[in-house]
């Protein structure tokens, strides 16, 4: 029984990256995933299950932890935007104690891709409560509530508007071995409370389909930084840094920016034209946000904005 309740507690403690199958390579420069920005935006529930919690935001913390944990992306907070807008808004209009470094306007980061879900089914049944074990609270075995959401999971280019990527999923209470999307610093209590519940459990299941969908279609998305400035020491400055995955030793390349294609029909954009390539760079030393690197060959003085890509 002891070993029991030991492997119990170790599978309620486990991570989300744990239950996902794409996870970053480690090892030498060239294998280390570099990331992407990302936004998660809230669930619309039309499914018209309500209860003790709200499922639509639920999901939408849960995504947005499972997506962080998994060290592949950058996350982009969108779920809090409006209240990030107006503490900008106080700050910009004289009410508020001068700051140099708090609530600046102009410098909310864009994130390229946007994950979102829409909560089209829930089933909910009860089935006999006899029986099982209780582990600090939860009942192991026996009788127990069934539960399932479906939910239609998209990832968005916010450049142009299209869905890149969107599938169908559906979560089933108890599928689920670990504890997804509730490690990431400022979850509350209520939704780790919730994941203890059969709706609860389903939420995990889709978001872990959800997280292996977005990871999945991501690995085709290629990387992209660009050139700030040359350094008086001659090193090329890009503004892609550790936050990004960059580690010294990796070697990008730099092009000039291809011509954006516009459909003569409907004018939809639909990509860019490869620019010509002008040179290599290797990381030498990074910082958060930036990287320092050096010119292996090509153009030692790239323009500001020049394009920097794997």
């Known amino acids: 029984m002891k070993t029991a309740v030991r492997g119990m507690r170790w599978v309620c403690g486990a991570l989300a990256v744990a239950a996902v199958s794409t996870s970053v390579a480690r090892g030498d420069g ?15 529930n039309q499914a018209g299950w309500r209860g003790q919690y709200n499922l639509g935001n639920n999901l939408a ?14 996350i982009v907070d969108r779920q809090q935007l409006a209240h990030i807008i107006r503490e900008q808004d106080l700050a910009a209009s004289g009410r508020a104690a001068p700051a140099r470094d708090a609530a600046q306007t102009g410098a909310i980061r864009p994130a390229r891709y946007l994950a979102r879900g829409t909560i089209t089914e ?22 127990r509530a069934r539960a399932q959401i479906t939910a239609v999971i998209a990832l968005v280019d916010t450049t142009t508007g299209e869905i890149i ?18 490690s990431r610093r400022g979850v509350s209590g ?9 709706i609860g459990e389903a939420a995990q299941d ?9 990871s999945q279609r ?23 840094g550790s936050e990004f995955g960059v580690q010294p ?62």
Do not use: W, Y
Request: proline residues 3%; hydrophobic residues 40%; glycine residues 14%.
């Open 30 to 44: 060239d294998r280390i995933a570099l990331k992407h920005a990302i936004g998660c935006a809230l669930f619309e």
């Open 61 to 74: 913390a849960m995504l947005e932890s499972a997506l962080f944990e998994t060290g592949r992306f950058v």
């Open 122 to 143: 829930v089933e909910e049944s009860q089935r006999g409560a006899d029986g099982g074990v209780r582990i600090r609270g939860v009942r192991v075995g026996g009788g």
């Open 165 to 182: 990527a969107q599938e169908r999923v559906t979560g089933h209470a108890g599928r689920t071995r670990v504890s997804l999307g509730l």
């Open 190 to 198: 209520d939704l780790a409370a919730f994941s203890r519940t059969p």
């Open 206 to 214: 889709v978001i872990g389909q959800a997280v292996e969908l977005i």
């Open 218 to 240: 991501m690995d085709d998305v290629p990387f992209e930084g660009a050139v700030v400035q040359v350094s008086q020491s001659g090193q090329v400055i890009i503004n892609r």
């Open 249 to 310: 030793g990796q070697e990008l390349v730099m092009a000039e920016e291809g011509e954006q294609l516009i459909d003569p029909d409907t004018g939809a954009i639909l990509g860019r034209d490869e620019g010509r390539t002008i040179g290599r760079l290797r990381v030498a030393r990074v910082q958060e946000n930036i990287a320092f690197c050096d010119v292996i060959d090509g153009d030692p003085q790239p323009a500001r904005g020049t394009r920097v890509t794997r």
